[in-house]
């Protein structure tokens, strides 16, 4: 900053700081703004759901961790059924426990597929056996 020398430097000089203070501000403004709608809800779920999109390995866990918990919920409904007995909810507990520590994905994977080839994969027939395989 150049040495103010007269009244006029002095009134440049402060009309000169006076604009400054505005952009400031007005960047600072402008900030707060963009801080503040990235606080809203659904602009943090929104980030939250792009971050989780792009890592793989977030993915994949929670995808295992899920399948996990289902399996074992699932393994417990068909022990204890609709009973309400202490022993059965206690076996049905344990069950549920195994089963999701015992899950992995690629279990889950192949259970998956063998269900899905069970019920949806078209069942060939066997083909009639051709003339030049007919037994003399």
């Known amino acids: 900053m150049k040495q103010i020398t007269n009244m006029h430097e002095l009134q440049e000089a402060i009309r000169e700081m006076e604009l400054v203070q505005l952009h400031r501000k007005q960047a600072l403004l402008k900030q707060i703004d963009i801080t503040k709608q990235s606080f809203k ?5 929104k980030s939250t759901l792009r971050d989780f999109a792009g890592d ?13 918990i289902g399996l074992g919920f699932l393994t417990k409904n068909m022990v204890t059924g609709k009973s309400a ?5 206690l076996l049905g507990g344990l069950v549920e ?5 015992l ?3 690629e279990t889950i994977k192949a259970y998956l597929k063998a269900i899905y080839k069970n ?18």
């Open 41 to 45: 809800p659904i602009n943090l779920i």
């Open 85 to 89: 007995s202490a022993a059965k909810n």
């Open 97 to 101: 426990s195994g089963v999701q520590n």
């Open 103 to 105: 899950t992995g994905s």
């Open 119 to 136: 019920l949806f994969a078209k069942k060939h027939k066997d083909p009639a056996p051709a003339a030049d395989d007919a037994v003399d």
């Open 56 to 68: 793989k390995n977030s993915r994949h866990t929670l995808l295992q961790t899920a399948a996990g």
